[in-house]
């Protein structure tokens, strides 16, 4: 089961078993987290205004990476969950970055083409009410997504892997939903050895 991570990841030699390199893990998944966001946002290629729900490192990171890499207009909102309850979300990507206990996302307070959830990625946060997924064409970065967060509540949900995004029969993605995997960290920190100089 997916757990978030914190603090540091060791990677340790495999004959001698000590640690060869030290990696800031809650930094690297955050940043990750942000490229997941920039990737899955770049399947919705007509959106211009994007608006960023969370303020945190997370949200942060999300809106630097975007910034320096897209054209979009992107604002950022950091609200409480009765204030965020009333506010209309209307733009074309509405990116949620939370430690939300609740949904805040309905069907009756969005009208925007496509959310991309990262925070609700634990059994206690949520971000998105089952009003609002239903009906929508999900995709989720791994299926263990369906087990936590805004999917746990939704037992009738279809979801469909985040490499269909780019299937051509595909063409409307609405909901993208990341909740991480160790497995992502693991890649990561392979690429960086691999392919980054020491």
């Not at 979009?72 to 209307?90: G, H």
């Not at 946060?125 to 089952?130: A, G, M, Q, Y």
């Not at 805004?150 to 051509?168: C, G, P, T």
Request: net charge negative; hydrophobic share 40%.
């Amino acid at each position: 089961h997916h757990s978030v991570s914190v603090g540091a990841t060791l990677l340790l030699d495999q004959r001698e078993n000590f640690p060869t390199h030290i990696f800031e893990a809650t930094a690297m998944s955050g940043i990750r987290t942000a490229a997941m966001v920039a990737w899955a946002a770049s399947a919705c290629p007509s959106a211009q205004e994007i608006l960023i729900v969370g303020k945190g490192r997370v949200g942060n990171y999300i809106n630097r990476l975007l910034s320096e890499t897209t054209d979009y207009e992107i604002k950022m909102l950091d609200t409480d969950y009765q204030t965020a309850r009333k506010v209309q979300f209307d733009q074309d990507i509405i990116i949620t970055a939370t430690n939300s206990l609740k949904p805040f996302i309905t069907a009756e307070n969005c009208t925007s083409k496509y959310v991309i959830s990262v925070g609700a990625d634990t059994h206690f946060n949520r971000e998105l009410s089952t009003n609002f997924l239903e009906n929508k064409n999900i995709y989720v970065d791994i299926e263990e997504a369906k087990e936590v967060g805004d999917l746990e509540h939704f037992e009738d949900a279809i979801v469909r892997n985040m490499f269909s995004l780019y299937d051509k029969e595909h063409t409307n993605p609405e909901v993208f939903i990341s909740v991480g995997s160790s497995i992502m960290d693991a890649l990561t920190i392979e690429y960086l050895m691999e392919y980054i100089p020491e």
